[in-house]
C-alpha cells in the first residue's frame, strides 16, 4: 500500500529495520521535518506574504534560531528577523491614555515565548505521520513486519503510538497493536538496562579487566531512549 503520503513513514521503517543505528523511526521523521522546514523558511518560503505575517506573529523558539544560524544563510535569517523586529517595536510599546504601564509587553512577550513557527508546523506534520503509521499497521501486512523489525522507539513517540492506535484503531483491533509495539520497547529497555549497569560496573575496579560488552554508548542511547533524538541538523 504505497501513496505519496505513506512514502516517508515507509522509507523511516525500512531504513531503521535495515540499520539499526538509525534508532527511533519517528525521531528521523521528526528531524527530517525539521530540515524541510528550516531549509523553506530560510529559502523559497522567506518572501512569501502568507508566511512572512506568521513569523512576525509567532517568532522562533531558540532552538529554532540557533539551528538557522548555523546554516549560514545570515541574509536570509537577517531578512526575517527585521520584518518581526519592526513588528514588534509597536507591539511591546506602551500605548494610549490609560494604557497600564507594562502590560503590552508583558502579553505579547509573555506570546512569542510559547509560539514558534517552526515547531507548529513540525507538530502539525508530524501528527499526521503518526497516524499513517498506525493506519498502514492496521491495512498493511508489509508494514506491519517493518514495525516488528525496528530496534526501538523512544518512549516520547512510543506514547504517541499508544495514543493514537487507541483512538484509531478501536477496542478489538488496538490490543494486538499495542503487544506489537510493547514487544519492541520491552526488549530495547531490558537490554538498554543491562548496558547502563554494565557501565556502571565498568568503573569498578573489580571489573577493570572484564569487556565493555555492548555498553561504551549505554548513556548516550538511554538519553535518546528516554527523550527522543531530535534537532539533528543534517547542514
Not at 28 to 50: R, V
Not at 105 to 112: F, H, Q, S, T, V
Not at 199 to 213: G, S
Given at each position: ?67 538557522m544560524f548555523v546554516r549560514k544563510n545570515r541574509l536570509g ?103 506489537a509495539c510493547a514487544a519492541i520497547v520491552n526488549a530495547y ?47
Amino acid at each position: 500500500m504505497e501513496q505519496i503520503y505513506t512514502i516517508p513513514v515507509n522509507e523511516a521503517f525500512e531504513a531503521s529495520a535495515a540499520d539499526k543505528s538509525c534508532g527511533c523511526p519517528f525521531c528521523s521523521l521528526h528531524n527530517k521535518l525539521e530540515n524541510d522546514e528550516l531549509d523553506l523558511i530560510l529559502g523559497a518560503s522567506m518572501m512569501e506574504p502568507d508566511v512572512r505575517i506568521k513569523t512576525n506573529e509567532q517568532g522562533f523558539c531558540r532552538t529554532h534560531y540557533d539551528m538557522m544560524f548555523v546554516r549560514k544563510n545570515r541574509l536570509g535569517m537577517a531578512l526575517t528577523l527585521e520584518s518581526h523586529i519592526n513588528e514588534l517595536k509597536s507591539q511591546i510599546k506602551g500605548g494610549g491614555l490609560f494604557a497600564q504601564p507594562g502590560a503590552a509587553a508583558i502579553k505579547r512577550i509573555g506570546e512569542l515565548e510559547s509560539t514558534c513557527y517552526v515547531c507548529k508546523r513540525i507538530d502539525f506534520n508530524f501528527v499526521h505521520m503518526v497516524e499513517t503509521a498506525v493506519f498502514l499497521w492496521d491495512r498493511d501486512e508489509a508494514f506491519r513486519e517493518k514495525l516488528a523489525a525496528q530496534p526501538y522507539f523512544c518512549l516520547p513517540h512510543y506514547r504517541m503510538m499508544l495514543e493514537y492506535g487507541k483512538d484509531r484503531l478501536g477496542k478489538k483491533r488496538f490490543p494486538e497493536f499495542e503487544k506489537a509495539c510493547a514487544a519492541i520497547v520491552n526488549a530495547y529497555i531490558e537490554e538498554l538496562g543491562e548496558d547502563v549497569s554494565w557501565f556502571c560496573k565498568k568503573f569498578d575496579y573489580r571489573y577493570d579487566a572484564e569487556p565493555w560488552y555492548n555498553s561504551k554508548d549505554a548513556v548516550e542511547r538511554a538519553m535518546k531512549f528516554l527523550r527522543s533524538d531530535l534537532h539533528k541538523n543534517d547542514k
